[in-house]
């Protein structure tokens, strides 16, 4: 038998055997000749004079803070000493509740035992953005994040619809007069039928208002006479929530018009699906006319259920197309316009296009360009790579969960962009980039270039991005935002991410993979300037439905960032729409629009209160015995 050796003679002689090793290589390097000795010596000393430079980047700092480690060392001493799966608090809770479960349902379930080993590397902490807390890379996951569930449940358990048509109903054909007092007494019913309160019947089926706590209505107006007129409870405060230039634009973009945004109950969506949310909408919306109004007659009833289904009624995604078929109000049918109206990151900062912020000072635009990567790291990543191609069409688990966790990380996408931010303000002066292709190519060329230098002088960030998908999402994020918001165009901002992933990444790094290109064909460029509408169309009309995209991982979030880039380096207060900027600046959402990545953070500490919770009608017993059948041969009396 071999000689008992304690973990630091381990560790130990694995770094005399590398040693070792380095130094056979380095007696092979002296065989070279006395030219490619002196051509090396120059290049190192040439990289010793920029090691100060690079030890200065916020990046060094974000690596040392996650790694505890030097960024720019290569080698790991401790590879294979770390001690696997029990370096995670995560992994060892995760395989205690695995041992319990199978002990109490008679039935094996998670066990370490069975699957890859892991751990030989460092199992690396991740640092959420710039928010200052850390979490495991499997708090990321959406099925341990009430946070991202959150996201996704506000989206698809809000619809908004229009009021005007059906005030006019009232008004031409039954002769109901509209005022503030009806109007506020609508808004109170609608209160007590979005949680399936009854109204019309005596004997009718209602909920636990605990069940449905999250079920409420808020009217959206751009006129401060109809909101004067209004219960302050009743309505979205947009002077309130958006710095006072946006909140300008976006009422009157709305202008005197009257939204109702309605928040249907986390569990009803849940037991149903995004479709579920429209009608129940209409449903409870029509109930609360009818009763507020006090109205009859099939003619008037089903004229109110066409305006509240049909007529000016805003969903949050469209029907998705036949092989991937779901209702509206799915993930794969949001359009990406209407993803930076969803995204809030930025509605406290003045309205200007992104290059005037350049004029003010570093810190102004580098404080924009934050804003974007945290709403597109929070939101579009978990949306795209997360819940899309994650779980809707992989099934649930694996690798784009970690890919989306590479646009969460440790502020590392930050540090690059405000790199940019800061070169930009020395040589734009305030002007924005004519929408050129030939201008915009040179400036790709030097953001790609640069970005592949920082992952191959900080072997740490491509430790972090270990992935080719985790790299090209990183690529095409920073180069579709970069050149939106330089341009104000997102057909331009949308090409630039195309061409950073297909050709600029490829031909720095050639093959990178499947996400980085390494696909069947390349169709996210020749198409995108296309019109047709099973071509092409406008970029914020696209989505996860549409057929020309190049599809990855690893491309996602740069559809996003062209959007959203746009919108700011236009300086304007919307994308799309206005009313969904405005509907998801609600602050009784659970989920903090403005903040996700702080969100996701504090769910990874289990410090996030998700809606949707059902414990007013569970049993107060163990988490084991939910839903396992004790008695599995008992007698059921019929």
Known sequence: MGEELSEEERIKRFVEERKKKAGEERTKESGMSARERDYTRELYRASQKFIDIEKGRDIYQTMKEIWGAEPLYEVDEKMYHRGGYRQSIRKKEFIDAGKQIAIKRGLPSYSRAVGLPVGQRMLEPMPVGKWGITIEQDDSHHMNNTAIQQLNDDIKRTVIMNLDLAHRMLQVRVGKEVTPETLNFYMETLQHTMGAGAVAQEHMNEVNPYLVKDAWAKIITGSDEIMDGLDQRYYIHIDELFHPDRAKALKEAIGDSIWVVFRVPTL??????????????AMQNTMAFISAYQLSGEHVISDLAYAFKHARVIHMGD???????????????????FIPDIIQCERDLPLMPYVEYMTQDDAAASKAMTRMSEGIGGIAAMLDNTLWLGFYMSGGIGFSNTVATSALSGGANEDVLSEFSNLGAKYLRGKLIPAKWDIMKVMLNMVATYVIETYEKFPTLAELHWGGAHKTSIMGTVGAGVSAMLTGSSTMGLWAGNYTIASAMKEGWLRTGWAGQEIQDHMGMPYLCSFRPEEGNLTEMHGENYPMHSFSAGHGNQRAAANYGAMMGRGSAWCLSPVVKVAFADPHLAFDF?????????????????????????????????????????????
């Open 594 to 638: 403005r903040r996700p990545r702080y969100c996701i953070a504090k769910a990874g500490i289990k410090e996030f209160m998700p809606d949707g919770e059902r414990t007013a009608i569970t049993p107060a017993c163990d988490i084991l015995d939910r839903g396992i059948l004790k008695d599995t041969m008992k007698e059921i009396p019929f």
């Open 268 to 281: 009803a969506m849940r037991m149903g699906d995004g479709e579920c949310t429209g009608r129940w909408a």
């Open 319 to 337: 029907k998705l197309w036949g092989s991937r078929v779901r209702g509206r109000n799915e993930i794969g049918g949001i359009p990406d316009g």
